[in-house]
């Protein structure tokens, strides 16, 4: 028996909503970054975070804090609306 409940896979176990959320968010990040031609150094230059964090939060292991998310949003160009949808689009 399938089922199709939101938030619950073909085999009954339910996956994270905010792990998907992370994952999204990291794949904008990045795709945004590489747009305007930003190493993570870069960025996280910008964003007063070190590399490390910007690797995290690209492979959607962490989300960035409200506070870091304008900042992130500011450094690439990009409103934040846009970048952190919480909706996919």
Same mark, same amino acid.
């Given at each position: ?10 085999? %009954?176990?339910? &996956? ?12 904008? +990040? @990045?795709? $945004? ?21 910007? %690797?995290?939060? &690209? ?12 900042? +992130? @949003?500011? $450094? ?14």
């Amino acid at each position: 028996m399938q089922l199709v409940n939101a938030g619950v896979t073909r085999i %009954g176990i339910e &996956e994270d909503p905010s792990k998907r959320l992370k994952q999204r968010w990291g794949s904008n +990040i @990045a795709a $945004a970054r590489e747009l305007r031609g930003m190493s993570r150094a870069d960025l996280a230059a910008a964003v007063d975070v070190t590399e490390a964090a910007v %690797g995290m939060w &690209e492979r959607g292991e962490t989300a960035p804090r409200w506070h870091l998310q304008l900042r +992130i @949003a500011q $450094a690439v160009c990009s409103p934040h609306s846009v970048l952190f949808a919480v909706e996919a689009a």
